[in-house]
Structure formats: C-alpha cells, structure tokens
Nanobody
Framework: QVQLVESGGGLVQPGGSLRLSCAAS????????MGWYRQAPGKQRELVATITTGGSTNYADSVKGRFTISRDNAKNAVYLRSNSLKPEDTAVYYCTLELHGGMNYWGKGTLVTISS
C-alpha cells in the first residue's frame, strides 16, 4: 500500500505565498503522474494541477500564472508553489498519485486558509 503525506498548509494572508509538499511512503516504479486537487467548504473536489513523470503539466484556469507544480521523481515527491493567494484558494489540498493503468492514491489533505 502507498501512503501520500502532505505538508505545508496553514494560514496565509491574501497576496501571500505557500509551498505544499507531498511524498510517497515508499519507492514506486510505475508512476504516470502526481498532482494536487482541492476541496473548498461546500464545494466539490477540483483539479488544481498535475505533472507527469515526463514533466508535462496541467493547471486549472483559476490558478494559471499563480501556482507552479514540480516534482522530484527520485523522491516520488510533488510540490505546489502558490503565489498571489486569494481567499477563494481556501480549501483542503489533496495530493494524488496515478499509476500507469489508472490506479490512484490520495493523501489525507492539508488545510490552506487565506484570510487577513
């Protein structure tokens, strides 16, 4: 079984920055992509950004130009650098890992609160 452990969440003022990290609990050889989703109170979980092993990225329109996803394949880790944060970015952020063949793993989430 694979566990994903997120870190880096917290309270940030509007306009501030945050860096989320996520690492898998063990080495995995057939990862297709890793990424981040988020779920705001009363809303459905939504895509934030994903990155494949080859480095191809995909971003939600709402975060393009403000968020940057990166990964360390050797560490089975993924990161999310978030700049110019807005109150509407407040959510629980979930790390995800997708294997070739479609199996997905999810972290337990880390809370990001944007408030003055």
């Amino acid at each position: 079984q694979v566990q994903l452990v997120e870190s880096g969440g917290g309270l940030v003022q509007p306009g501030g920055s945050l860096r989320l990290s996520c690492a898998a609990s063990r080495s995995i050889v057939n990862i297709y992509a890793m990424g981040w989703y988020r779920q705001a109170p009363g809303k459905q979980r939504e895509l934030v950004a994903t990155i494949t092993t080859g480095g191809s990225t995909n971003y939600a329109d709402s975060v393009k130009g403000r968020f940057t996803i990166s990964r360390d394949n050797a560490k089975n880790a993924v990161y999310l650098r978030s700049n110019s944060l807005k109150p509407e970015d407040t959510a629980v952020y979930y790390c995800t890992l997708e294997l070739h063949g479609g199996m997905n793993y999810w972290g337990k989430g880390t809370l990001v609160t944007i408030s003055s």
